[in-house]
């Protein structure tokens, strides 16, 4: 989910969410103990208010800056797709954001490098429907 192209205008304001729905991998989730949450995308570090509730109405566990770009190409070529996410920063935490991403940075990256060679060996051979 994209959600802050802010269009201040009442019946215009949804033009700027938008939604694709990833593809579901309940079987990667359990094999690696990985967990599944709605990824939502903006085009910035920090949040608006209006973004935190965009992101509570629609059950938001994460945002960040990248996916809803490939969600939206995929989508474009027909392509499953799926997003393998490290937290990097909680938007409700009381830290400052960008002190909580610098400090947590190099970990989530980490464990980034240990997850995906085993997502990708994972996945390797199998059908969507196997996922």
């Not at 304001?13 to 903006?42: C, E, H, M, W």
Request: hydrophobic residues 45%; aromatic residues 6%; contains cysteine.
């Amino acid at each position: 989910m994209h959600h802050d192209r802010r269009i201040p205008l009442p019946g215009f304001d949804k033009q700027g969410l938008g939604y694709v729905d990833s593809t579901p991998t309940p079987n990667l989730r359990k094999a690696l103990n990985l967990k599944a949450g709605i990824v939502t995308s903006g085009n910035s570090l920090d949040y608006t208010q209006e973004d935190m509730a965009i992101m509570n109405r629609h059950g938001a566990a994460v945002k960040e800056m990248e996916a809803a770009a490939i969600a939206w190409v995929a989508q474009l070529f027909r392509k499953p797709m799926f997003c393998v996410k490290a937290v990097t920063d909680i938007v409700d935490g009381d830290r400052p954001t960008q002190e909580e991403f610098l400090e947590n940075l190099n970990a989530a990256a980490a464990a980034l490098q240990q997850t995906l060679p085993k997502v990708l060996e994972f996945v390797a051979g199998k059908t969507i429907a196997e996922l």
